[in-house]
């Protein structure tokens, strides 16, 4: 079982920036961040494999960056020209085995889950 731990989530006015960080316990191979806003059903964000490829939903390209440190075991989602409409409860996702590109930012394929860090960005 790998346990993940979010942290950098917190406020900041509209346009500002926040860096989310997640640490896993364990081996990976892709991780992902994903997002829920109240009333509506949980997105991902952005995922990344363990050799580096990348993807990112339309709403985060050109203002979001997912990196990875491997020898951490440490994903991070690095967020600016933050806007209202990115509020959310953020959560880490990991897989423990590649996944496709075109599943990853799917909720489905995700095994383990963190608990979620809150941002909240003000106008």
């Known amino acids: 079982q790998v346990q993940l731990v979010e942290s950098g989530g917190g406020s900041v006015q509209s346009g500002g920036s926040l860096r989310l960080s997640c640490a896993a316990s364990?081996?990976?191979?892709?991780m992902a961040w994903f997002r829920q806003a109240p009333g509506k059903e949980r997105e991902g964000v952005a995922a990344?494999?363990?050799?580096?490829?990348?993807n990112y939903a339309g709403s985060a390209k050109g203002r979001f960056t997912i990196s990875q440190d491997n020898a951490k075991n440490t994903v991070y989602l690095q967020m600016n020209s933050l806007k209202p409409e990115d509020t959310a409860m953020y959560y880490c996702?990991?897989?423990?085995?590649?996944?496709?590109?075109?599943?990853?930012?799917?909720?489905?394929?995700?095994?383990?889950w963190g608990q979620g860090t809150q941002v909240t960005v003000s106008s």
């Open positions: 996702a990991a897989a423990f085995y590649r996944r496709s590109w075109w599943s990853r930012l799917l909720r489905a394929s995700y095994d383990y």
């Open positions: 990344i494999d363990k050799d580096g490829p990348t």
């Open positions: 364990g081996y990976t191979y892709t």
